[in-house]
């Protein structure tokens, strides 16, 4: 856990379900005053037991500190939770999931209810909150003052990485992520399938996925996506159709990869050779 802080600043936090349970003990394990409010009242009851203050209401909770943090499930549940709520004065940071769009309009609606807004996006699962060398991260954007205000207390949990004032730009680098990992998991679900039924050794095939992936994500990085001369597109389509004939032999469905390869297809038949432009919009879409 994280070392006790020399400067304790109060926190409040609304949210405490995994995510917000987590938080919540790096910060009181920093020596953060922290006030906590949860819907279900229950779910406090052992924060209390480790030195949290419990808000009997939302209200409450906002009023206990500057610094006020969300972490529930959606953006729904903040209307829900704040509707009514005085927050002149506060810094809010969010750190519920939610898409850029929804991050923009709650910043503005912060804003007209006198309040300084972030916006957060966790990269991390809840064990590795509190403990710096697990890797987890925040992406935080919105009000630069309100983040440099509170950058040391939003560091306990784990690590802060700003990445400008439009407040949908939290959302939109840890969505984007998120969709990457996506699109990793269903190669990698795939790529089980086909070894599954084998001799493989699951060890080191785990290894040369990881660190076969790794590598093709350097590569991709570099070019920006696109095809290149070097390993062009028809060519990649071509060796598609080797990757669904061995999924047929080793009785694996294609549908993680099906998707994928019919836009390679297109663009190879509308001879476009670039990979970067596969999700341009469809002509005549806004
Ligand atoms: P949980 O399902 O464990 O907890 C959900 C929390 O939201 C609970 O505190 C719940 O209250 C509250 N809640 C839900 N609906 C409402 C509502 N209408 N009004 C008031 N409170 C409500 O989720 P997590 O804690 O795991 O996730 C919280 C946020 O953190 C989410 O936005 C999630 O995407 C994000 N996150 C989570 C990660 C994870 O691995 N857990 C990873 C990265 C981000 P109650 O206890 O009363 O049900």
């Given at each position: 856990?994280?070392?006790?802080?020399d400067?304790p600043?109060?926190?409040?936090?609304?949210?405490?379900g995994?995510m917000?349970?987590?938080?919540?003990?790096?910060w009181?394990?920093?020596?953060?005053?922290l006030?906590?409010?949860n819907?279900?009242p229950?779910?406090?009851?052992?924060?209390?037991?480790?030195?949290a203050?419990?808000?009997?209401?939302?209200?409450g909770?906002?009023?206990?500190?500057?610094?006020?943090?969300?972490?529930?499930m959606?953006?729904?549940s903040?209307?829900?939770?704040?509707?009514?709520?005085?927050?002149?004065?506060?810094?809010l940071?969010?750190?519920?999931?939610?898409?850029?769009?929804?991050?923009?309009?709650?910043?503005?609606?912060?804003?007209?209810?006198?309040?300084r807004?972030v916006?957060?996006?966790i990269?991390?699962?809840?064990?590795?909150?509190?403990?710096?060398?697990?890797?987890?991260?925040?992406?935080?954007s919105?009000?630069?003052?309100?983040?440099?205000?509170?950058?040391?207390?939003?560091?306990?949990?784990?690590?802060?990485r700003?990445?400008?004032t439009?407040p949908?730009h939290?959302?939109?680098y840890?969505?984007?992520?998120?969709?990457?990992?996506?699109g990793?998991?269903?190669g990698?679900t795939?790529a089980?399938?086909?070894?599954?039924?084998?001799?493989v050794?699951?060890e080191?095939?785990?290894?040369?996925?990881t660190?076969?992936?790794?590598?093709?994500?350097?590569?991709f990085?570099?070019?920006?996506?696109a095809?290149?001369e070097?390993?062009n597109?028809?060519?990649?389509?071509?060796?598609n159709r080797?990757?669904?004939?061995?999924a047929?032999?080793?009785?694996?469905?294609?549908?993680?990869?099906?998707?994928?390869?019919?836009l390679?297809?297109?663009?190879v038949?509308?001879g476009?050779?670039?990979?970067v432009?596969?999700l341009r919009?469809?002509?005549?879409?806004?």
């Open positions: 856990m994280t070392n006790r802080n400067d600043t109060p926190v409040s936090l609304l949210g405490l995994a917000g349970t987590a938080l919540a003990r790096a009181l394990a920093a020596g953060h005053p006030t906590v409010w819907r279900t229950a779910r406090a009851r052992a924060l209390a037991g480790e030195g203050a419990v808000a009997a209401d939302p209200a909770a906002v009023a206990a500190s500057g610094l006020v943090v969300l972490c529930l959606d953006d729904a903040v209307d829900e939770v704040l509707a009514g709520v005085d927050l002149a004065g506060k810094d940071v969010n750190l519920t999931t939610g898409t850029p769009a929804e991050g923009r309009a709650r910043a503005a609606w912060a804003e007209e209810r006198g309040a807004f916006d957060g996006g990269m991390a699962v809840p064990p590795m909150i509190g403990v710096p060398e697990a890797g987890g991260y925040v992406f935080y919105g009000s630069a003052e309100a983040f440099e205000a509170h950058r040391a207390v939003l560091e306990v949990p784990a690590g802060a700003w990445v400008g439009d949908g939290a959302a939109l840890d969505v984007a992520l998120l969709s990457a990992m996506s990793l998991f269903a990698m795939h089980y399938a086909l070894v599954r039924d084998e001799k050794d699951a080191r095939f785990g290894e040369l996925l660190s076969w992936t790794a590598a093709m994500a350097h590569a990085v570099a070019t920006g996506g095809a290149g070097d390993s597109l028809e060519m990649q389509a071509a060796g080797t990757l669904l004939r061995t047929a032999g080793q009785g694996v469905s294609t549908e993680l990869l099906d998707g994928y390869f019919r390679m297809d297109r663009q038949a509308e476009e050779p670039d990979a432009v596969l919009r469809p002509s005549g879409s806004a």
